[in-house]
């Protein structure tokens, strides 16, 4: 007699790590790197190297959401995006509707290069905007100014593609007033996606060598607690904002605790594999185990992050703390299935996922 071991193919989100910036901004601690001239070709053949790793180890796992997050994805040249996306699907089954965003920077790609990455699958682009005023773009070190950002929105807009901005609140300074007029300033752009991060200094960074008048935390606090009053669009996670139904999926996804792959040097992700939790970086350099535990806090901590919350699967409620969470209801609460943050709690939600975990 034969016997078959049958082993479940788990949909898996892609996100690609693009690293190369045209230069620093001063804020930025991110992993990337000011690079004018990038060697793309061996850039692609890493990438494609890893995503075959990946194929072999998974099988021909479906994707439901593509990611390239940076540094600056709308530096690659569209023959490499091109290469990459066709690597991507020999490797995998990409869904039918499969979500694929490039985050971009205004000044590094004009109409032609957007209708190459469109026409290589991209359907939705998220744009670095940061600011609505030239002289704080120029503080922030970036490179582009107002109307260059505004016109890279109206044009992927125009193109019919689902668009983001990114902006930075919270600068040397500012007050609650200025977080206003900068909510209803971006009302007027017509976005249906936002997100909206407050300003931190970094000590590794041209910011963090500075001695700067950052806003108090009772200010940065009711900056952040006054956006959703003066912003067209509701909040859906901690700094992020959208219509009902243009929350970004690929983000959601890894909030909600499904499985993807990190690719690239700056990346990393959480594989499913042979009915286990793994760990995951570059061509298996990190592939290691990790207890049904602590992916389970791992959920709770992103999904805590939504609005909606976190969903009280069997995993999930194994870990909560629920002595606490009765006597803090003030703070978090029961929602149908999930578990989410009340206003108060949201300001605190670090705090409370201490508490709130066995
Ligand atoms: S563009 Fe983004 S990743 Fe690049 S340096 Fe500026 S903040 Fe960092």
């Not at 499969?98 to 026409?119: A, H, R």
């Not at 950052?214 to 067209?232: C, G, K, R, V």
């Not at 709770?300 to 009280?312: E, F």
């Amino acid at each position: 007699m034969n016997y078959y071991v049958f082993v479940m193919k788990v949909a898996h989100n892609l996100y690609i790590h693009v690293p190369f910036c045209m230069s620093k901004c001063n804020y930025c601690a991110f992993y990337s790197f000011a690079c004018q001239n990038p060697d793309w070709n061996q850039y692609a053949n890493n990438i494609c190297k890893e995503l075959r790793f990946w194929a072999e180890k998974l099988g021909k796992i479906g994707i439901p959401t593509i990611f390239f997050g940076g540094g600056t994805p709308s530096l690659m040249p569209v023959d490499i995006f091109e290469r990459i996306m066709n690597c991507i699907k020999e490797c995998f089954c990409v869904d039918y509707d499969c979500e694929i965003t490039l985050e971009s920077n205004p000044g590094t790609i004009d109409k032609e290069k957007l209708s190459g990455f469109v026409s290589n699958g991209v359907n939705r682009l998220s744009v670095g905007v940061q600011s609505l005023k030239d002289e704080e773009l120029k503080f922030l070190g970036r490179r582009h100014d107002v109307k260059t950002a505004i016109s890279l929105l109206d044009c992927a807009m125009n193109m019919g593609l689902r668009v983001s901005a990114d902006f930075i609140y919270g600068l040397p300074n500012q007050n609650v007033n200025d977080v206003i007029n900068l909510s209803t300033d971006i009302n007027k752009l017509g976005l249906s996606h936002v997100s909206m991060y407050e300003l931190t200094v970094e000590p590794n960074t041209p910011f963090g060598k500075m001695n700067l008048n950052m806003p108090d935390n009772d200010t940065m606090a009711q900056m952040y607690s006054i956006i959703p009053e003066y912003l067209s669009l509701p909040r859906y996670e901690v700094s992020n904002y959208a219509k009902h139904g243009e929350e970004c999926r690929h983000n959601q996804n890894v909030w909600n605790g499904e499985a993807y792959i990190g690719i690239g040097r700056g990346a990393a992700g959480r594989v499913y594999y042979d009915n286990a939790w793994y760990e995951q970086r570059g061509n298996g350099e990190l592939f290691e185990k990790i207890k049904n535990e602590t992916r389970a806090i791992e959920k709770i901590l992103t999904g805590m992050r939504t609005m909606r919350g976190v969903k009280l699967s069997n995993d999930v409620k194994n870990q909560i703390n629920f002595d606490w969470l009765n006597s803090h209801k003030d703070l978090v609460e029961i929602g149908g299935e999930y578990l989410h943050t009340t206003d108060a709690g949201l300001l605190i939600l670090d705090d409370i996922i201490a508490d709130l975990t066995k």
